[in-house]
């Protein structure tokens, strides 16, 4: 069928239009906001390589941002809300027909929604963990870096939240590559292949970064990699310190 030919019969049918509207919306929502701020979020953890002050200070600007609790609601919550449910819904409706993909994409769709799925759990479980506590008066920010450090301790904790990124990572980046198609940026096999690959080296950076961090507040402190000027015998001191106060 030509492209005329399938906008005409979409623009015919209203179930179709609304399921091809809410589709782009649901692929735009996936970048903009919600892709943009796992970057600010994965960044700002990544602050944490250079000690609690580091960290404390990335987190305090954010924490000043004017009308913070709007620019959440209506720019975070609100898309990703939409992005998370509509995506279940796309998970619930849809099922892999081999005959109309090859193998590999086969593989990448099912992982798509997979991922999707568990990020949905982990970005729950994030929030029920830190956000809930400090809406509720339990947990002042300042409290996160010691937090993070002591559930991060727990092994089932650690494998939970390395799941829980590394699902969330991949649903960014193969989604961003999904992107590109949807919206007409890579057009042919030759720019879908470059930009696979690209979007691939990208996920893989940042999921390096979000792992690294993991193994600072659980196993390694400054990560596996410090950087050269990294004061990783202070940035550990500091946190022992602060994590066992009776000690000298």
């Not at 990544?46 to 720019?75: K, W, Y």
């Not at 975070?76 to 619930?92: E, M, S």
């Not at 494998?159 to 193969?174: K, W």
Request: a positive charge; one cysteine or more.
């Amino acid at each position: 069928m030509s492209t005329l030919a399938t906008t005409a019969a979409i623009d015919d049918d209203g179930p179709a239009r609304r399921h091809f509207t809410l589709r782009r919306l649901h692929s735009l929502s996936g970048v903009i906001p919600t892709g943009v701020f796992l970057l600010a979020h994965l960044w700002t953890n990544a602050s944490a390589l250079d000690g609690r002050d580091a960290f404390n200070h990335a987190v305090g600007e954010i924490q000043s941002t004017p009308a913070l609790p709007v620019i959440e609601l209506v720019g975070i919550a609100l898309p990703l809300a939409f992005h998370a449910v509509y995506g279940l819904v796309l998970t619930a409706r849809s099922t892999v027909n081999t005959a109309r993909y090859a193998y590999t994409r086969n593989w990448l769709y099912v992982l798509q929604r997979v991922s999707g799925v568990i990020a949905f759990g982990f970005i729950a479980l994030h929030l029920w963990q830190l956000r809930v506590p400090k809406a509720t008066g339990a947990l002042r920010w300042q409290s996160f870096y010691d937090a993070l450090g002591t559930s991060l301790a727990a092994p089932a904790v650690f494998a939970l939240y390395l799941a829980g990124v590394t699902a969330s990572v991949f649903h960014f980046a193969n989604g961003l590559w999904l992107f590109g198609n949807t919206w007409g940026v890579t057009v042919g096999a030759r720019s879908m292949r470059r930009s696979a690959a690209l979007c691939g080296a990208f996920g893989l950076a940042l999921w390096a970064l979000g792992f690294n961090t993991l193994l600072h507040f659980s196993y390694r402190c400054g990560g596996v990699l410090p950087r050269p000027a990294q004061q990783v015998e202070r940035v550990c001191r500091d946190g022992d310190t602060a994590m066992r106060p009776d000690q000298p």
